[in-house]
T-cell receptor, first 116, second 115 residues
């Protein structure tokens, strides 16, 4: 089982460039999430989706956009990268409602993004 | 808004000893789940243990156990017989059962197991 797969694993961008991070899950999960991890700040929710065609803002959405055109994919876009967006990005998915089973979020391996 | 607080940025423990990591949370919900995740240097997020708020019995998974105090909104992780492979960042996380099912994370505790 592949689980949650993120592409790419590493990327260096110049300020002002754009890019898209791809997240794919093969567990038929309804919910998907994008987090960023910064030293001393834990994981902070950027955007999330509760199903195909839906998206919602999380705690730190500014500078990012997302799309969920297919249930298995959740894309995170940076239209004009800034040094403050240097971080490790994690995608996760979950399938709530399965009482006491699979209630946790399943994570991808992360993407280290550096904006110079 | 729900919050999760981990007040110990770093901890260390001797191999084979026991260590307890602290976590407190704030919520007005009655039904929710709590988790501990481990993040080793590989960066992968690995579920260690989960606790359902409606269960009074503390969850255990081999050497890992929790002390869940619902009234105090406390959820600590005890690691017994610590091993070098336990060296990692540990995150406490919370999610409500109803609604948006967002996972809220603490800032993490970096644990180092010493040989």
């Amino acid at each position: 089982n592949a689980g949650v797969t993120q592409t790419p694993k590493f990327r260096v961008l110049k300020t002002g460039q754009s890019m898209t991070l791809l997240c794919a899950q093969d567990m038929n999960h309804e919910y998907m999430y994008w987090y960023r991890q910064d030293p001393g700040m834990g994981l902070r929710l950027i955007h999330y989706s509760v199903g195909e065609g839906t998206t919602a803002k999380g705690e730190v959405p500014d500078g990012y956009n997302v799309s969920r055109l297919k249930k298995q994919n959740f894309l995170l876009g940076l239209e004009s990268a800034a040094p403050s967006q240097t971080s490790v990005y994690f995608c996760a998915s979950s399938y709530p409602g399965q009482a006491s089973q699979n209630t946790e979020a399943f994570f991808g391996q992360g993407t280290r993004l550096t904006v110079v | 808004a729900q919050t999760v607080t981990q007040s110990q940025p770093e901890m260390s423990v001797q191999e084979a000893e026991t260590v307890t990591l602290s976590c407190t949370y704030d919520t007005s919900e009655n039904n929710y789940y709590l988790f501990w995740y481990k993040q080793p240097p590989s960066r992968q997020m690995i579920l260690v243990i989960r606790q359902e708020a409606y269960k009074q019995q503390n969850a255990t998974e081999n050497r890992f156990s929790v002390n869940f105090q619902k009234a105090a909104k406390s959820f600590s992780l005890k690691i017994s017989d610590s091993q070098l492979g336990d060296t990692a960042m540990y995150f406490c996380a919370f999610t409500e059962i109803s609604g948006t099912y967002k996972y809220i994370f603490g800032t993490g505790t970096r644990l180092k197991v010493l040989a």
